[in-house]
Every structure is written in C-alpha cells, then in structure tokens.
T-cell receptor, first 109, second 116 residues
C-alpha cells in the first residue's frame, strides 16, 4: 500500500519495555525516523536509522529494521511516565518525509 | 541536535485577515524547509517543500495562493495564510533538512492558528 502503517495505541506499565511497530512502503527509502510528539508540541527527533543497518541502539531506545518485510520497530526500555506521547515513524521518500498516523503510548504508574 | 524555531507559537486572527508564521534554523543552514499541517489527533500532512531562492513546491490540493511560502534565506522560511477562514485553524509545523538529501530533518515546535 501507499501508507506508512502504525498501530494506533499502546499501553504499558512503568518500568516495562514498549515496542512500537511500523510498516513502511518504499524499499528505496534511505532513512527511517522515529519522532515523539507531546500534547500541543512539535515533533522531537528521537532517532533514525540508515536503510543499510539492521539495528541501532541509543541509550533506552533500540531501533530494529527488517528491510525484506519493510518493518521498523522502536523499543523503549524501562518505560517511564514521561515517555507518554505520540510516536511517529517516517520514511524519507522522494526527498520528503512520509509519516504514519502515530502511535499513542500511555504509560501507567 | 539542530534547532528549528517557529514563531509565533500561538496566534488568533480574525476571519479575512492574513497571518505569517516564521520558521528559522538557528544553528545550521537549511537548503530545504517543509511545511506541514496537523489536524487534531491526526498525522502530519505535507503542504509544501521550499528550497532557498526558488518557488515552493506545493502538494496536490494545497492552494498556493492561499498559503504563501517564502524561503528568502538559508535560515528563514515563512508561511503566510491569506484571507484566513475558520477552517484554516490548525497546527502548522515546519521542518528543515540539514544539508542535502539524505540528511536528518528537524522540526519546529509548531504554531497553533485559530481563526475567529
């Protein structure tokens, strides 16, 4: 399909790991991004991965990329209440970003 | 990381007037800037891509005479909503690419526009 797909909602308990999944569309996309958006705010770049990588780790964040299946995931270890936000994956396609609809992550104490 | 600043963060204007939103890259030169619109609880919709010194490229369905984009320098792009109507009320976000294609894109904090 033409859309970047994400699950809409994820609920976890504080201290657990969160895994947010994304399916993108274009195998030639060079960069794949994860952004975080808190209510009423802009987008904060969390991390990105080159398309020739399988995994990237950055402190509590781990990005896994399966190019064959065009599947991207973001794992947040030791999830905190401050991680509650909407998370967008995006692919760098035709020199612009195409976004998924966002996954709302709710972290309960 | 690179910083992109938008101003104003919130603006209320009367129907029929025009309002300008600025997007600045504070610590890098942005050859390409992007303008998005986001409706409540929805994803970002790309409105247009602007390259410094040239005309913006608008996405299908976006009225270029209504949403005027100017990218006069490598650090500033502006979006002017002309003859604003209540249905133009939305969250507008700009972003800027560091360097050329393939480099990271950073976003501003967004601007809430309310047309009354």
């Amino acid at each position: 399909g033409e859309d970047v797909e994400q699950s809409l909602f994820l609920s976890v308990r504080e201290g657990d790991s969160s895994v947010i999944n994304c399916t993108y569309t274009d195998s030639s996309s060079t960069y794949l991004y994860w952004y975080k958006q808190e209510p009423g705010a802009g987008l904060q770049l969390l991390t990105y991965i080159f398309s020739n990588m399988d995994m990237k780790q950055d402190q509590r964040l781990t990005v896994l990329l399966n190019k064959k299946d065009k599947h991207l995931s973001l794992r947040i270890a030791d999830t905190q209440t401050g991680d509650s936000a909407i998370y967008f994956c995006a692919e760098d396609r035709y020199s612009t970003l195409t976004f998924g609809k966002g996954t709302m992550l709710l972290v309960s104490p | 990381g690179a910083v992109v600043s938008q101003h104003p963060s919130r603006v209320i204007c009367k129907s029929g007037t025009s309002v300008k939103i600025e997007c600045r890259s504070l610590d890098f030169q942005a050859t390409t800037m992007f303008w998005y619109r986001q409706f409540p609880k929805q994803s970002l919709m790309l409105m247009a891509t602007s390259n410094e010194g040239s005309k913006a490229t608008y996405e299908q369905g976006v009225e270029k005479d209504k949403f005027l984009i100017n990218h006069a320098s490598l650090t500033l792009s502006t979006l002017t909503v002309t003859s604003a109507h209540p249905e133009d009320s939305s969250f507008y976000i700009c972003s800027a690419r560091v360097g050329r294609v393939g480099n990271t894109i950073y976003f501003g904090e967004g601007s809430w526009l309310t047309v009354v």
